[in-house]
């Protein structure tokens, strides 16, 4: 039997089945829905289950120092974390990224602010970019601590990214902005829509694919 860690009755009229980057088996079913055969649908899952289980706790072991918040990963570079007593400020130096020993016991909630001061003119600076390229004119853009998504945009034109983005190497940091900015044009994900994305991005189908396996990071830095 599989177990099943959140359960949410929604008016949808089927049940669906999701893993969480912690491992956790969210399930979605209708008010009307026993729990008898809501575990019926999700034993039948089993396998599917446990395999997506399976890469989520592979992808934590390879990146082990990362979650241990040992190592930091900067515009898709790792930094290994060397704490320094005579550091005044977090900075990066060669391969390494220097915090003041004095965050010793604090270094996920001061690290998620430096990562929003310096990843901020960055991640502005290229939503300018491709809202000139593309001629779009979003009517805000803002930093979001979202669990589940990278970015959004809503119908009022404002597009959100989450500042986790910044510890993505620069091409997936593009795939996300364009992404965003093309529903300015599109508020779907239609043909229509891929299509947008395709003529700035020809390859971000496979940048598509590098970003999921990056999902692991928006689990990081909550406290």
Known sequence: ?????????TKRRSVSISISQKGEVIIKAPQSCSMT???????????????????????????KNIFNYNDILFCGQVYHILYDESARKIELKDD??????????QVSKQLSKW????????????????????????SKVRLSNAKGCWGSCNSAGVISL??????????????????????????????????????????YKNRRVLLKKGDYLLTLYRY
């Open 1 to 9: 039997m599989v177990n099943i860690d959140v359960l949410i009755r």
């Open 37 to 63: 055969q809501i575990q019926s649908i999700v034993d039948k899952k089993e396998s599917w289950i446990s395999l997506h289980k399976q890469r989520i706790l592979d992808n934590q072991n390879l990146n």
């Open 96 to 105: 390494y990224c220097i915090v003041p020993a004095k965050f010793t016991g």
């Open 115 to 138: 990562f929003k001061n310096i990843g901020t003119s960055i991640l502005w600076g290229r939503v300018q970019y491709f809202s000139n390229l593309m001629q779009l004119n979003p």
């Open 162 to 203: 989450n500042w986790r983005l910044i510890m993505m190497p620069h091409d997936l940091i593009d795939y996300v902005v364009v992404h965003e900015l093309s529903h300015l044009l599109q508020m779907n994900h239609s043909n229509l829509f891929w299509n947008v994305v395709k003529s700035v991005l020809p390859d």
